[in-house]
């Protein structure tokens, strides 16, 4: 009996840069542990889909990752595909977007069911019973059509309380390579599941994939994998994305026991991460900083305290102000995310966004439009009041293609749109002239320029493109 797992990013430009596919990787390393065959079958690179025909035409179960509502596209191509050169195999939609939205995905893509939220007990359970010849359907965490033409969810399993339990991702299936010439140039981790904030962008989305607030891995944990990262790689100096929502929730102490195992490896590690504002400390930052970390990306979102409340970010810019001088002060660049263009915001929000950027001095700063997507509070506002203006096109659900593409899902009351794109432009002429006139990131690109020549004349484009105010 053969599971083949699939990643179907076929044809789909990352604007928010390549990366592999932690979540799926850590199924196949419990199918593998469990003793069954599996495969892992990426996408990512094929010009054909019939490329991997050999890894899925002859697999007895198909898990398909889908990981947000912009993929689904892609993942029912992908799966469709697959249906007709393999008609007989069990198929699963599984990862985030059908852990929210499973019906649809069993619909449009033709899955025989959905798999709802962490999977590595579920998907061991399920190619048991394939193999076996057994009814799957009554597994925990399984979406499935009934005989009348509707859906059964199944009770959903508890999660696991000990992330230390769970296997390490199966890294050795992947063409890291073809990811690093592809343009992916750090090794993504993740240290906790779950986030208990509880802002209208996110949530509940985070809940229905993770059940809700959040768990952590030891440090100790965590540097074993990443000591197994290295010996894979052949190195023993990494580049490192902490892929968590809020690594910042760990302790202090988790930081400092980080570095020392690291230091206590011989390994080297230089890392970024994302976090809030209200989560990091004078002593946690300069933790993060000797233990490797390099950069930080905040969700700053707005400078106006109105827009924030309304997102239930629990956050203020004065928050923002010390965490950033944090940051400056122990040398760890600071990146600004900024969330623009949301309905009720006016020009006088914009302005607040604009001078509280002056008083962060981040190192840099990304500009994302506010995105209404399926699964997610804002979605379900915006659809009420009225400001939803589509949903049905998928590729306006990925706020990173949106901002490249300057585009927004949400008509805006108070602003034009033109209005929005000005301030984005504005903002983005302060990120380049920053660029320009901090002898920190002067240091930096010139060390970039010595060592990695490609990125460093990208950055260099990004920088004169900001002053012509044309955007990402």
């Given at each position: 009996m053969k599971t083949a797992l699939v990643y179907p990013r076929f044809d789909w430009i990352e604007y928010n840069g390549l990366a592999e596919p932690i979540g799926l990787l850590h199924l196949v390393s419990a199918l593998k542990t469990a003793g069954h065959d599996v495969v892992y079958a990426d996408y990512s690179f094929c010009e054909k889909l019939d490329e991997l025909d050999h890894l899925v035409g002859d697999a007895d179960l198909v898990g398909i990752a889908v990981s947000a509502a912009a993929k689904l596209e892609r993942a029912t191509l992908v799966s469709k595909h697959i249906r007709s050169i393999n008609p007989d195999a069990v198929i699963v939609a599984g990862g985030a977007y059908p852990s929210i939205f499973p019906e649809q995905c069993i619909e449009t893509m033709e899955a025989d069911c959905a798999m709802l939220g962490e999977a590595e007990e579920a998907i061991i359970e399920m190619a048991d019973a394939v193999r076996d010849g057994q009814d799957f359907r009554e597994i925990r965490n399984l979406v499935y059509p009934d005989e009348a033409g509707g859906y059964v969810t199944n009770p959903r399993r508890p999660v696991q309380t000990d992330l230390d339990l769970i296997e390490f991702p199966a890294r050795d299936v992947v063409d890291y390579d073809s990811y690093m010439t592809n343009g992916m140039s750090e090794y993504g981790l993740v240290t906790t599941r779950g986030c208990p904030f509880k802002c209208i962008y996110c949530k509940p989305s985070t809940d229905h994939i993770f059940g809700g607030g959040i768990r952590f891995r030891s440090a100790e944990n965590v540097v074993t994998e990443i000591i197994e990262l290295a010996a894979l790689r052949n190195t023993d100096c990494l580049r490192i994305f902490f892929k968590d929502d809020t690594i910042t929730m760990h302790p202090e102490k988790w930081f400092s026991e980080f570095g020392r195992r690291l230091e206590e490896a011989g390994i080297s590690v230089e890392w970024h991460c994302n976090s809030r504002v209200d989560t990091v400390t004078r002593e946690k930052v300069r933790n993060m900083a000797e233990s490797g970390c390099h950069c930080i990306s905040f969700g700053v979102e707005s400078g106006s305290q109105k827009i924030l409340d309304f997102y239930?970010?629990?956050?203020?810019?004065?928050?923002?102000?010390?965490?950033?001088?944090?940051?400056?002060?122990?040398?760890?660049?600071?990146?600004?995310?900024?969330?623009?263009?949301?309905?009720?915001?006016?020009?006088?929000?914009?302005?607040?966004?604009?001078?509280?950027?002056?008083?962060l001095r981040p190192d840099d700063i990304i500009v994302y439009f506010s995105t209404a997507i399926p699964g997610r509070y804002i979605h379900d506002w915006a659809k009420e009041e009225g400001y939803l203006t589509t949903d049905a096109n998928p590729e306006l659900l990925d706020p990173a293609r949106n901002r490249a593409h300057e585009v927004m899902n949400m008509r805006l009351p108070f602003l034009s749109t033109d209005e929005v794109i000005s301030w984005k432009h504005r903002i983005e002429r302060?990120?380049?002239?920053?660029?320009?006139?901090?002898?920190?990131?002067?240091?930096?690109?010139?060390?970039?320029?010595?060592?990695?020549?490609?990125?460093?004349a990208g950055k260099a484009a990004r920088v004169l493109r900001g002053f012509r105010g044309q955007g990402d």
């Open positions: 239930k970010k629990g956050t203020t810019p004065e928050q923002a102000v010390d965490a950033f001088n944090w940051c400056h002060e122990f040398g760890v660049e600071a990146t600004a995310n900024l969330m623009i263009g949301f309905p009720l915001e006016t020009e006088e929000d914009l302005r607040l966004t604009y001078e509280l950027l002056k008083k302060y990120r380049s002239w920053r660029k320009v006139t901090s002898m920190d990131n002067i240091r930096r690109w010139a060390g970039e320029l010595i060592k990695e020549p490609g990125k460093a």
